[in-house]
């Protein structure tokens, strides 16, 4: 299973960024392939969520720092979501994460979780 962030870069303050997760198995005992979320890191702090896809019956979460500015979003195929980020400040600055939970057939119920390796996200003042 790969999961791959994309997207990153360089941005002024003010700007936007568009991030892409796709993530992928070629096991024939795959069930289901589904992204969970994104997360970030910036140096010196722990990871923390920045937004996450609803789960059955859930709503989208977002972290507090980024609700009106970010939208996470899935694409046209299940195992592809995106996050946009508009107005963005110094602070979000961060390598950004995606993690997808893969089903097998021959699995527990519950899924294994997998992550990306993450894209970095520079933000200049």
């Known amino acids: 299973v790969q999961v791959v962030e994309s997207g990153g870069g360089l941005v002024q303050a003010g700007g936007s960024l568009r991030l892409s997760c796709v993530a992928s198995g070629s096991t024939f005992d795959i069930f289901s392939i589904n992204p969970l979320g994104w997360y970030r890191q910036a140096p010196g702090k722990q990871r923390e969520l920045v937004a996450a896809l609803p789960t059955p019956g859930g709503n989208t979460r977002y972290a507090d720092s980024v609700k009106g500015r970010f939208t996470i979003s899935r694409g046209n195929t299940k195992n592809t979501m995106y996050l946009q980020m508009n107005s963005l400040k110094p602070e979000d600055a961060a390598v950004y994460y995606c993690?997808?939970?893969?089903?097998?057939?021959?699995?527990?119920?519950?899924?294994?979780?997998?992550w990306g390796k993450g894209t970095l996200v520079t933000v200049s003042s």
């Open positions: 993690n997808a939970e893969v089903k097998y057939f021959s699995g527990s119920p519950d899924g294994v979780e997998y």
